[in-house]
């Protein structure tokens, strides 16, 4: 009978952002812009970087790696949001929610563990630079991407082993405008402290430990840099600033959102900006003070240009 109860709701509602019909019109706008100028930044980071010989080192494909996952997660919350900010009834199956939530925790996985082997490939080039292309050999690399894969898909899986047999019986509205996850939970007709538990203390105590990690190995880069010399502590402190705002704009927004007793409305609008504004603000953080980046993209760009005007 488990089953039956299921089917009661067969679809959820958002609520959206806001109910304003002038705001919606202009976050359509806005959110359409951004999720275009986003696709085509990272676009051209990975295209470059696959391109360019030049590029072909450890950072340079983590960085691209950071980029095609910027791809992957604003593509599975934001066209449907664009395309719900001009409808009035915004509805979402039972299935679609779950395949929402599992790769939004995927992504959001795979990108924490990326941001920490980029951190740990800048502490490498920083402190040990002699040794760097022994440490960051290829086989660190693709062990590297292998162990983000696996974690943020069992995280994924994880939180929806709990979930997907949840009875959902009453109320269908969810005050968001995506799945998101403690939300839904909210909505069982059952006892969900449990497992509003379980998804703070999955989520919460991966986004809060991560970051806490990352934020300690830029302590530590920093001052190894500061202790061994004066003239390349500029220089580093640049490429560490640009790493550090990423990893702040991406975690801020999930450990607020995640280590929040109760939803409140602050956290819908800071998960818009993560859905919308961090994977378009990447590609320029790291891009825009890196001269071979620049270079590079200015030459695949020419080609690609030619290209499409010879045929
Ligand atoms: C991700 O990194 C791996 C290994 O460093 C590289 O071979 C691959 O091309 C990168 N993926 C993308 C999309 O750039």
Known sequence: MDGMNHSVVSEFVFLGLTNSWDIQ????????????????GNSLTVLTVAFD???????????????????????????????????????????????????IHIIGGVEMVLLIAMAFDRYVAICKPLHYLTIMNPRMCISFLVAAWMIGLTHS???????????FCGPNVLDSFYCDLPRLIKL??????????????????MSVGFFSILIISYIIIILT????????????????????TVVVLFFGPLIFFYTWPSPTHVDKFLAFFDAVLTPFLNPFIYTLRNQEMKAA?????????????IS
């Not at 019109?25 to 696709?39: G, I, R």
């Not at 604003?74 to 719900?84: E, F, R």
């Not at 994880?158 to 009875?167: G, S």
Request: net charge positive; charged share 10%.
């Open 25 to 40: 019109l202009l976050l359509f706008v806005f959110s359409s812009m951004f999720y275009m100028a986003s696709m085509m």
């Open 157 to 167: 899986v994880v939180q929806l082993a709990f979930v997907v047999n949840l009875p």
């Open 188 to 205: 069982a007709c059952t006892d969900t402290y449990p497992l509003e538990l379980m998804v703070t203390a999955n989520s919460g105590f």
């Open 297 to 309: 993209m200015k030459r695949v760009c020419r080609w690609l240009v030619g290209h499409w005007k």
């Open 225 to 244: 840099v500061q202790k061994h010399s004066s003239t390349g502590f500029s220089k580093a402190l640049s490429t560490l600033s640009a790493h550090i």
């Open 53 to 103: 010989p030049h590029l072909h080192s450890p950072m340079y494909f983590l960085l691209a790696n950071l980029s095609f996952i910027d791809l992957d997660f604003s593509s599975v919350i934001c066209p449907k949001m664009i395309y719900d900010l001009v409808r009035k009834h915004k509805v979402i199956s039972f299935r679609g929610c779950i395949i929402q939530i599992f790769f």
